[in-house]
């Protein structure tokens, strides 16, 4: 008897420490990677479409993942630098993702898109709005719309819908994405009869915009453009501290959650473009705000356009039948009516999706839906 207990504790004992195996033909995850800012003067605004991500590999997953395989997410912290977006993309490379979402701000794509497109692997960027951003080549692509047709429809919407036709504009001179835009609404602005009094230049890292700010008070413009990131609220609470009632109007990179912050005021007033709000009224929008409210995640715009960006990668990857690059870009590249929740895409020949602007309105800091524009 006692022989017999010493030989069953030896074999539990055995098979305690044997290593765990995957069962014979056990799906190994189709890695997906995720390249945003976690630390950096990104990171804020990026951290909302990481969590946007996250979910969406989750909800895929629970319905049995893609080609009987789960997703594995990959994220790469670009730091909030163009450095730091390069670094990341070869590493993904060399992690042998079969594709990139992201990253977000236009500087970081345009950095990371070079090293990606050599590398043959698809990157889908959800908030890159820079026109060059999908002319590095057929494997990059965005699910956002371009500033091309942002910076028309903001000037259009200063000039017609606000019947205001003088501005002053702030440009972020280290910001690919606020020259860029800058330029559009500029030329657009000036093309439909408005008058732009002065532009005017600074970095995002700055903490006092009031030399800017004062030589703008002087000219009492009916608008002022702040096409930036983060700091756009900032400028636009000190602008109507110091007094001036020119409508502030941003553009889609505008962390506009920060229009009422303790201790700095609240932002009465002021315009922003979005790519989608929770006020859609579509059935797959109104499902979507209803599952991650019960995830407790905040519905804003940045959760559900990232959302829809992975799950067009899962359309494309189902379509190809494969995880072969080359067969996931041609299948992206082939993308006709996806039904989203942030708007229906279809890719056009650059890589461009073909789908509306949401035009928002500030109201005592609180963002309320104004209208929408089609193409």
Known sequence: MQ???????????????????????????????AIFAKTGAAAPSNQAQLIGIRY???????????????????????RGTQL????????????????VVGPSWSSHSLAAAPVLQEAGV????????????????????????????QGKLLAQFAIKDLKLKT????????????????????????????????????????????????????????????????????????????GIDAIPIFGDGVNYTSAVEKGSGTLYKGYFTAHWDKAATNIRSRKFVADIEKEGIETISKV??????????????????????????????????????????????NGDPVKGVTFMELRQGKSVFYKEFTP
């Open 3 to 33: 022989n017999r207990l010493i030989c069953l504790i030896t074999v539990v004992l055995l098979l305690a420490f044997q290593p765990v195996l995957q069962p014979a033909g056990a799906a190994e995850g189709i890695k997906l990677g």
């Open 304 to 349: 559900a356009l990232v959302y829809d960006s992975v799950l067009l990668l899962k359309d494309a990857i189902s379509r190809a039948g494969s995880t072969d690059r080359e067969a996931i870009r041609l299948a992206l590249a082939d993308t006709q009516g996806f039904q989203g929740v942030s708007g229906t895409f279809s890719f056009d020949k």
């Open 56 to 78: 969406a590999i989750k909800k895929i997953n629970s319905q049995g993942g893609v080609l009987g395989r789960p997703m594995e997410l990959i994220e790469y912290d670009n």
């Open 122 to 149: 698809v990157m889908l960027t959800p908030y890159s709005t820079h026109v060059d951003v999908t002319r590095i080549g057929n494997y990059i692509f965005r699910s956002c719309f371009t500033d091309l047709l």
């Open 167 to 242: 501005a002053a504009i702030m440009v972020d001179v280290k910001s690919d994405y606020s020259i860029g835009l800058a330029r559009y609404i500029k030329d657009n602005f000036i093309q439909m009869g408005g008058i732009m009094l002065t532009e005017q230049h600074y970095t995002h890292n700055q903490h006092d915009f009031s030399k800017q700010l004062q030589a703008i008070k002087e000219l009492h413009p009916g608008v002022i453009f702040i096409p930036g990131h983060d700091e756009g609220i900032f400028i636009a609470r000190q602008a109507q501290s110091l």
């Open 84 to 99: 730091g977006s390069k670094a990341a993309a070869q590493q993904a490379v060399q992690d042998n993702v079969v594709a």
